[in-house]
């Protein structure tokens, strides 16, 4: 049987033509909301006749979950937790986050806030997130998590809830931004730095150097450590 794969000039002809038409979706459903919006105002914004986008997209929440898909990264994040194995955890916390929060321009939270409501209300769309992008992203992180702690490395010893405070840190702090949350849109750059420092601390095993500088400890208050 003959091989139908797309030849490696055809599979990037395609990926050119999504991002071409993800990227005029994500404007116009920034502008217009994921309702209003329709699959002709994306054609026009792509310069591409209607017709065109549904032999790439096969209706309006296949190009949502596109949207979200390559917000994600989700193809690449298996090998943006490898970067720990060469630089360490530590500095992997901070490159990893500011690589996560550096993909959010204006036009990506304005298209965030129309995709979770979004999600919230359309249970086809929110389902398919779950198992396409959500779901395979959380095992590479807990798998992650699950070698980093058999190696010795101080990291939380419950892989698969490390892998969610994380990722809820990360989802809390783009809603809290989307909100109009005024001083994280001013240190909005900060970010990565405070918040591999709290996941540092909360990974750090039980008498950690942390605790000679907190204030509550027995060697501050005067009570005996023994």
């Known amino acids: 049987m003959a091989d139908k794969s797309p030849s490696p000039a055809q599979a990037a002809q395609i990926a050119a033509r999504r991002k071409q038409i993800l990227e005029a979706a994500v404007k116009v459903f920034a502008a217009k909301g994921a309702h209003r919006a329709?699959?002709?105002?994306?054609?026009?914004?792509?310069?591409l006749a209607d017709g065109t986008i549904?032999?790439?997209?096969?209706?309006?929440?296949?190009?949502?979950?596109?949207?979200?898909?390559?917000?994600?990264?989700?193809?690449?994040?298996e090998s943006h937790f490898a970067q720990a194995g060469a630089v360490g955890l530590d500095q992997f916390l901070e490159l990893y986050l500011k690589q996560r929060l550096d993909r959010l321009t204006e036009d990506g939270l304005d298209v965030l806030r129309v995709l979770f409501s979004e999600l919230l209300v359309n249970a086809e769309l929110r389902e398919t997130y779950y198992q396409e992008v959500m779901k395979p992203t959380t095992e590479v992180g807990e798998a992650s998590f699950r070698q980093w702690h058999a190696q010795g490395a101080p990291a939380f010893p419950d892989p698969a809830m490390a892998t969610r405070v994380l990722a809820g840190?990360?989802?809390?702090?783009?809603?809290?931004?989307?909100?109009?949350?005024?001083?994280?849109?001013?240190?909005?750059?900060?970010?990565p730095d405070a918040l591999a420092a709290v996941m540092r601390r909360g990974i750090m095993p039980d008498g950690g150097d942390d605790n000679d500088n907190d204030p509550g400890s027995p060697a501050e208050s005067g009570e005996s450590a023994v």
């Open 54 to 77: 549904y032999n790439y997209f096969e209706n309006k929440n296949a190009l949502l979950l596109g949207i979200l898909d390559r917000l994600n990264e989700t193809e690449q994040r």
């Open 38 to 47: 329709t699959i002709r105002e994306i054609a026009r914004a792509a310069e």
């Open 169 to 191: 840190a990360v989802i809390g702090l783009i809603i809290m931004r989307l909100l109009g949350d005024e001083y994280l849109q001013a240190h909005w750059n900060d970010l």
